[in-house]
């Protein structure tokens, strides 16, 4: 049983544009929330990460809307640029295992 | 954060080999986690190594296919025995620094 579900599988935004990646949980044991990129060939990189007293949490482009009673949660990527091409997974830990999700492949197109 | 590596980056390895991975962490850790990868796939964990105690396997993996030894704080190997084209992977070491969690680069592993 998948823990956490992740959609879309994959993602195509035009540069400049906004990305958006969603995330479900059930276990309201979980009380972090990070997202990890991935680039080819290389280990998945944490990004940002929310814990369940905020409903947002912003740094740089990069934002999370945390919504805690549809235990949802969800990055943004504003003004998405080629670079930001990569797989992005979200996670969610009770404290002592992260769950993760299944992923998004992101491309951001010039 | 931490700082991981992993050797080797790659390998190509022949049906019923074993080969054995090596991750190191740049400090002291409790706990050393390794995860699985298959192409195109969510990350999976096999197990999580403690040093000086056997380490814990997830449910679907065994000890006797996948070995793992942690000698100190700050290292840790996973063997893949008997390989078969099935374990064909990415297989990544992690660490954790409280709730943050931090990852290797990666060893990519095809069996043929």
């Known amino acids: 049983q998948q823990q956490v579900k992740q959609s879309p599988q994959s993602l195509i935004v035009q540069k400049g544009g906004i990305s958006i990646i969603n995330c479900a949980y059930e276990n309201t044991a979980f009380d972090y929330f990070p997202w990890y990129q991935q680039f080819p060939g290389k280990g998945p990189a944490l990004l940002i990460a929310i814990r369940p007293d905020v409903s947002e949490k912003k740094e740089g482009r990069f934002t999370i809307s945390f ?3 549809a235990k ?7 003004d998405s640029q080629p670079g930001d091409s990569a797989t992005y997974f979200c996670a969610a830990s009770p404290g002592n295992q992260f769950y993760f999700g299944t992923g998004t492949s992101l491309t951001v197109i010039p | 954060s931490a700082v991981i590596s992993q050797k080797p980056s790659r390998d190509i390895c022949q ?4 080969l ?7 400090s002291q850790v409790t706990m050393m986690f390794w995860y699985r990868q298959q192409p195109g796939q969510s990350l999976t964990l096999i197990a999580t190594a403690n040093q000086g105690s056997e380490a814990t396997y997830e449910s679907g993996f065994v000890i006797d296919k996948f070995p793992i030894s942690r000698p100190n704080l700050t290292f840790s190997t996973l ?11 990415i297989y990544l070491c992690s660490v954790d620094r409280g709730y943050e969690q931090y990852f290797g680069p990666g060893t990519r592993l095809t069996v043929t």
């Not at chain 1, 949802?72 to 504003?78: A, G, T, V, W, Y």
């Not at chain 2, 049906?15 to 074993?18: E, L, N, V, W």
Request: glycine residues 4%.
């Open chain 2, 20 to 26: 054995t991975i090596q991750c190191q962490v740049d």
């Open chain 2, 15 to 18: 049906r019923g080999t074993s």
């Open chain 1, 72 to 78: 949802q949660f969800s990055l943004h990527i504003m």
């Open chain 1, 67 to 69: 919504n805690k009673s």
């Open chain 2, 79 to 89: 063997t893949v025995s008997n390989m078969s084209p099935e374990d064909s992977s």
